[in-house]
């Protein structure tokens, strides 16, 4: 059973950075593609960018040029790094499969305001 732990939100101010980590175990992560989802409060879950096992990413038109995913395969992590950040970036982040098929973590809050 994969279990998943996402970690590094908090709160920021607008423009400001974040680095998102997710750490993966109970699976042979370097086989499969990898996403970050985000979920705002009232909105469904939505997929923000993915990563293939062999480095391909791909974005959400709402973050490309701002974020960067990036994966680990030897530590079974994979990281989004946040930049220009907005406040309609408020969510709680996961990450989960490209196909979102693995069990849930706990997510981790991230909040832009001044």
């Known amino acids: 059973q994969v279990q998943l732990v996402e970690s590094g939100g908090g709160l920021v101010q607008p423009g400001g950075s974040l680095r998102l980590s997710c750490a993966a175990s109970g699976g042979i992560f370097s086989l499969h593609a990898m996403a970050w989802y985000r979920q705002a409060p009232g909105k469904q879950r939505e997929l923000v960018a993915s990563?293939?096992?062999?480095?391909?990413?791909d974005y959400s038109d709402s973050v490309k040029g701002r974020f960067v995913i990036s994966r680990d395969n030897d530590r079974n992590t994979v990281y989004l790094e946040m930049s220009s950040l907005k406040p309609e970036d408020t969510a709680v982040y996961y990450c989960?499969?490209?196909?979102?098929?693995?069990?849930w973590g706990q997510g981790t809050r991230v909040t832009v305001s001044s």
């Open positions: 990563i293939t096992g062999g480095g391909a990413r």
């Open positions: 989960n499969s490209r196909r979102g098929t693995w069990p």
